[in-house]
């Protein structure tokens, strides 16, 4: 029975799952991370201090969940991805060039929470049966405040 089980008492069937799928996530937020910080570096307007602090605070915090999914794979006994080769085979989102008008930014903002919230739902939903209290907890999070970001963005362009 334990041979089926992981060092950290999680099926290792499931684990491997679990794996490839924050690996994919891990390749999204890649990409997300890129976009953002281009976003700060290239903002242009009458919103310009605003938005250059609000990409800032966004690709911040982008680089902390990028570190925490990438140590959650290595806690479930597998290897994060963790070249650009990989990341672009793998991500849905896609590297946003040249975008320097605030609302165009958030707009790619939110395109990319509809690729990331999908991605963390189901997480949440193979990690709830799998067991796996630390992944769940991650995504928890993440879905909590990514709900909260997609309403404040989306107020900001008065959607």
């Given amino acids: 029975m334990t041979d ?10 499931d684990s491997s799952n679990l794996a490839h799928k924050l690996n994919e996530l891990l390749a ?4 997300f991370y890129m976009n953002a910080r281009g976003f700060h570096w ?12 609000k990409f800032e605070e966004l690709y ?6 990028i570190d925490e999914i990438a140590e959650r794979i290595l806690t479930l ?8 080769e990989d990341y672009t ?6 590297a946003a060039k040249n975008v320097s008008g605030g ?14 919230l999908p991605l963390e739902r189901e997480l949440l939903e193979m990690s709830g049966e799998s067991n796996d209290e ?14 909260k970001l997609i309403w404040m963005y989306s107020a900001y362009l008065n959607e």
């Fill in 60 to 65: 911040n915090d982008s680089l902390v969940k």
């Fill in 4 to 13: 089926k089980l992981n060092q950290i008492g999680l099926d290792k069937n």
């Fill in 134 to 147: 630390g992944t769940n907890a991650l995504m928890s999070d993440y879905i909590r405040e990514q709900e």
């Fill in 89 to 94: 085979a793998l991500s849905k989102i896609k």
């Fill in 103 to 116: 609302n165009e930014a958030i707009r790619k903002i939110l395109d990319g929470y509809e690729v990331l």
């Fill in 42 to 53: 290239n903002i242009k307007g009458e919103k310009f201090f605003e938005l250059h602090i």
């Fill in 28 to 31: 999204n937020y890649q990409f």
């Fill in 77 to 84: 006994g597998f290897t994060p991805l963790h070249t650009y």
